[in-house]
């Protein structure tokens, strides 16, 4: 079974940034694309940031393209969400998860595995 624990997230200004993490355990996701998410209050869960297992091929929604960047760490099982020049609608719980192949495939689902979240929050 794997555990997903986000963090890293805080209620800043418009124009900051913020570096998430997502560690994971359990087993080894090391082969494995992973994939950040962003559910804001009556709104659906969505995608917004996908990574490769091997951190060569990324994904970016158009809303966070430019200002976010995603990364990972195979070696300590840790995926991170480097988030820049924060607006008030990035205002989320942010979540992670993986995929079941190595590469991201548009619009395919996540294995299900979520973590509590952590919050995000921009005023401006």
């Known amino acids: 079974q794997v555990q997903l624990v986000e963090s890293g997230g805080e209620s800043v200004q418009a124009g900051a940034s913020l570096r998430l993490s997502c560690a994971a355990s359990g087993r080894s996701l090391s082969s494995n694309a992973m994939g950040w998410f962003r559910q804001a209050p009556g709104k659906k869960r969505e995608l917004i940031a996908a990574i490769s297992w091997n951190g060569q091929s990324t994904y970016y929604a158009d809303s966070v393209a430019g200002r976010f960047t995603i990364s990972r760490d195979n070696a300590k099982n840790t995926m991170y969400l480097q988030m820049n020049s924060l607006k008030p609608d990035d205002t989320a719980a942010y979540y992670c998860?993986?995929?079941?192949?190595?590469?991201?495939?548009?619009?395919?689902?996540?294995?299900?595995?979520w973590g509590q979240g952590t919050q995000v929050t921009v005023s401006s």
């Open positions: 998860s993986f995929y079941s192949g190595s590469y991201y495939m548009t619009g395919e689902r996540p294995q299900g595995f």
